[in-house]
């Protein structure tokens, strides 16, 4: 019986993690009848972070009220298990919670991702991760920060808040930006929140501003720590004001479910995402997956709904790269839930 391990991250728009690795589930079985497949949801970070830790370590889901990007009130979830928490920002401060019209980095404030924070302290979580992923903010972390102010502090300022003191966390991201410059969290990542370039340029110099005011109260400076520009900078707020451990998602993630020890005599990993090209390279998903395998020799399958740079691919060390989608397929039918889970079952069963 071969041992095939599937982990596919969601396919943004289209599939969860779960919703593809099913699909692939089921092409391998057309395939392989007898093989014993493993499924892993995963995340590095973004959509699906909760979930895959939830499957990872079980846990209880707790809904919280909060504040969406524009102080809207939502119903957001986060997991708990013991006195770990796992909140996945794009839950309460995610791009998708805003309809294309309403995002606006100039005002969308990241307050919800600090009301799970303060919930999951007062039930007593003593470390908490948080996958930074996905966010509609550029606000430095600010509107975080204020909200937990206004939970705990009661002279209404950051040096009142102890009830983080005994508190751990732990950032996942897989984003090395620093919080300002050409390389920042405004000038990258603002404009497909719907920064104009008048935006991003206002946006850096507010985050300049906050990090300079940050580091002369606090006597230390986390602006140019990797994965500082996280999230629209709430890797910079979570580092300076929280002391928090950077990680990369996917690392923290595999770590967590032990996929070392799953890959113990497995014979295939078949991985994937949306779309997959030089940049799946630079630290995305995939490639943290094909580390892992390649220390223990184990081949891994790519697919992914759009491929470019296959040779650079290929010559990273994936064993087969293939596009689930046949040559000329629209991209409004290929986003089709329906039609991606029937590729991808065919393409696996087709490759097997």
């Given at each position: 019986m071969k041992k095939i391990i599937v982990a596919i991250d969601s396919f943004k728009g289209?599939?969860?993690?779960?919703?593809?690795n099913q699909a692939a589930c089921e092409g391998v079985l057309l395939g392989m009848p007898e093989a014993e497949v493993v499924q892993v949801p995963v995340s590095d970070g973004g959509e699906g972070f909760m979930e895959a830790?939830?499957?990872?370590?079980?846990?209880?889901?707790?809904?919280?009220?909060?504040?969406d990007p524009l102080l809207r009130p939502i119903v957001a979830q986060y997991l708990v298990q013991g006195d770990v928490a796992v909140i996945e920002i794009?839950?309460?401060?995610?791009?998708?919670?805003?309809?294309?019209?309403?995002?606006?980095?100039m005002v969308a404030t990241s307050y919800g991702t600090g009301q799970l924070i303060v919930d999951a302290v007062r039930r007593g979580c003593k470390?908490?991760?948080?996958?930074?992923?996905?966010?509609?903010?550029s606000d430095c972390g600010i509107g975080m920060l204020r909200a937990i102010i206004d939970a705990f502090a009661k002279g209404k300022?950051?040096?009142?808040?102890?009830?983080?003191?005994?508190?751990?966390?732990?950032i996942a991201t897989d984003v090395t930006n620093p919080l300002c410059g050409e390389n920042g969290a405004a000038h990258v990542f603002a404009p497909q929140k719907g920064a104009s370039h008048d935006?991003?340029?206002?946006?850096?110099?507010?985050?300049?501003?906050?990090?300079?005011?940050?580091?002369?109260?606090?006597?230390?400076?986390?602006?140019?720590?990797?994965?500082?520009?996280?999230?629209?900078?709430?890797?910079?707020?979570?580092m300076q004001y929280m002391h928090a451990e950077c990680r990369s998602g996917i690392s923290l993630l595999l770590d967590?479910?032990?996929?070392d020890d799953l890959l113990q005599a497995a014979h295939l990993v078949i991985t994937g995402e949306g779309s997959a090209d030089r940049q799946t390279l630079m630290g995305k998903l995939p490639y943290g997956i094909l580390l892992r395998a390649q220390q223990h020799h184990v081949p891994v399958m790519l697919i992914a709904g759009r491929i470019a740079d296959?040779?650079?691919?290929?010559?990273?060390?994936?064993?087969?790269?293939?596009?689930?989608?046949?040559?000329?397929?629209?991209?409004?039918?290929?986003m089709q839930p329906a039609t991606a889970k029937e590729n991808i079952k065919q393409i696996i069963q087709r490759l097997l």
């Amino acid at each position: 019986m071969k041992k095939i391990i599937v982990a596919i991250d969601s396919f943004k728009g289209c599939l969860t993690s779960a919703e593809a690795n099913q699909a692939a589930c089921e092409g391998v079985l057309l395939g392989m009848p007898e093989a014993e497949v493993v499924q892993v949801p995963v995340s590095d970070g973004g959509e699906g972070f909760m979930e895959a830790f939830h499957s990872a370590m079980g846990g209880e889901i707790v809904e919280v009220n909060v504040k969406d990007p524009l102080l809207r009130p939502i119903v957001a979830q986060y997991l708990v298990q013991g006195d770990v928490a796992v909140i996945e920002i794009a839950k309460a401060s995610g791009l998708t919670l805003l309809t294309p019209e309403e995002r606006n980095p100039m005002v969308a404030t990241s307050y919800g991702t600090g009301q799970l924070i303060v919930d999951a302290v007062r039930r007593g979580c003593k470390h908490i991760i948080v996958g930074l992923g996905g966010s509609a903010t550029s606000d430095c972390g600010i509107g975080m920060l204020r909200a937990i102010i206004d939970a705990f502090a009661k002279g209404k300022n950051w040096d009142d808040v102890h009830q983080l003191d005994d508190v751990r966390f732990t950032i996942a991201t897989d984003v090395t930006n620093p919080l300002c410059g050409e390389n920042g969290a405004a000038h990258v990542f603002a404009p497909q929140k719907g920064a104009s370039h008048d935006d991003v340029l206002a946006l850096d110099a507010r985050a300049q501003r906050f990090a300079m005011a940050s580091a002369n109260h606090m006597g230390h400076d986390c602006q140019n720590t990797p994965g500082a520009g996280a999230a629209g900078g709430l890797g910079y707020a979570f580092m300076q004001y929280m002391h928090a451990e950077c990680r990369s998602g996917i690392s923290l993630l595999l770590d967590t479910i032990h996929f070392d020890d799953l890959l113990q005599a497995a014979h295939l990993v078949i991985t994937g995402e949306g779309s997959a090209d030089r940049q799946t390279l630079m630290g995305k998903l995939p490639y943290g997956i094909l580390l892992r395998a390649q220390q223990h020799h184990v081949p891994v399958m790519l697919i992914a709904g759009r491929i470019a740079d296959e040779q650079q691919l290929l010559n990273a060390g994936f064993d087969r790269v293939a596009c689930i989608n046949p040559p000329g397929t629209p991209l409004e039918i290929a986003m089709q839930p329906a039609t991606a889970k029937e590729n991808i079952k065919q393409i696996i069963q087709r490759l097997l």
